[in-house]
């Protein structure tokens, strides 16, 4: 089974059980545009690389295509049509004017230098300028992709478009007309819902214990933002290390160490006790945070889980058949198209105020994030409650709703 498998097997049963006919579920499950391209990189030792590079544009119902562009070695067509699927119902469960897209460049770009990383990026946008613009395609960071990488795409797409045009995409440095609170988005949207669904079963949160998986852009903001309100991260781990602290880790130190350390992981982190994923999964703690990669909750994964929330800070962690294994066992989970849309909900917050011109300070962000993310969740949660549906068939159904209406309106 694919990712893309995956994705479509959610898709369906929402759309099933909405009884929204052949020709609405046909529609939502081919994408409009997938361009494949190969771009030709000459390496710094005078060498030329082919990477193949993608964009994939799902769905435009309820306005331009709007999602991330990964850096991965696994990248491929299955997986990025997945992922620019997923982003379609994210970007409509919290109800901001976007479609969903995602691009990909099939490299490990941890074995290039920066100068590498940098023409990669700009012969990638030569490859696909057509097909994005502030009113068409905005892409945003992903896995290892970041807002260096946005400041690049921006400047080499204003060679195309007579000029720099900051909304072409989102996720950008602050001093390049990038919005605050954007770079923490994802990781605080994961931590309150984090936060909601213990609050929802009646679990203190101060004190709640948390296993992570991933420490990049994601997780670090997801346990920072938790640290704050005194839940403690006692097992943390990534592409090189898995680790324990049963006394929870200081997170902005852990941050800090990732920052610094040439592998961009936890790994040689001071005072801790080695672990391993299985460990980590299989934590006795109250939330689980896979904020890695796709795929790694498996069915045999799941039966370990003793966590009594999962929130899905990756995009498609969990396959459908551990899906249905950890509603059985009565695990809360949190889907990704709810969990981790706080960073696209502050990408459009960014392409508002690249339209007007106009900057908002921190707390605006901050406050206008949890405004749209709670009513996301009162909205999922709701129909969840009513219709006794788990919180990833709730949340289908609300997007399913939104993007088939708002197709329909528009005419076929
Ligand atoms: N890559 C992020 C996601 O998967 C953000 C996308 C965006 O901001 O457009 O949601």
Known sequence: ?????????????????????????????????????????????????????????HNSARGPFKGGLRYHPQADDAEVNALASLMTWKTAVVGIPFGGGKGGVAVDPFQL??????????????????????????PAPDVNTNSQTMAWIADQ???????????????????????????????????????????????????????????????????????????????????????????????EALAAHVAASPERSVKGFPGADASSAEELFAADVDVLIPAALGGVITEQVARSVRAKVMVEGANGPTVPAAHRLLVDKGVTVIPDILANAGGVTVSYFEWVQNTQRYYWEKEEVNQRLERILRKAWDRVMGLGSKHKLDPRTAAFILAIREVGTAASLRGI
């Open 113 to 138: 230098s920066p100068g590498e990383l940098e023409r990669l990026t700009r012969r990638f946008v030569d490859q696909i300028h057509f097909v994005i613009g502030p009113s068409l395609d905005i």
């Open 1 to 57: 089974m694919s990712h893309l498998d995956d994705a479509l097997e959610y898709f369906t049963h929402a759309a099933r059980i909405m009884d929204v006919g052949s020709n609405i579920e046909k529609l939502l499950t081919t994408p409009v545009r997938q361009l494949k391209v190969e771009v030709a990189l000459k390496m710094d030792d005078g060498r030329v690389e082919v990477f193949t590079g993608y964009r994939v544009q």
């Open 157 to 251: 797409y204003g060679k195309y478009s007579g000029g720099f045009e900051p909304g072409v995409v989102t996720g950008k440095p602050i001093q390049i007309n990038g919005s605050q609170g954007r770079e923490e988005a994802t990781g605080r949207g994961v931590a309150f819902c984090a936060r909601w669904a213990l609050e929802d079963l009646g679990l203190p949160v101060d004190g709640a214990t948390v296993a992570i998986q991933g420490f990049g852009n994601v997780g670090s903001w997801a346990a920072r933002t938790l640290g704050e309100w005194g839940v403690r991260l006692v097992q943390v781990g990534d592409h090189a290390a898995y680790l324990a602290n049963p006394e929870g880790f200081d997170a």
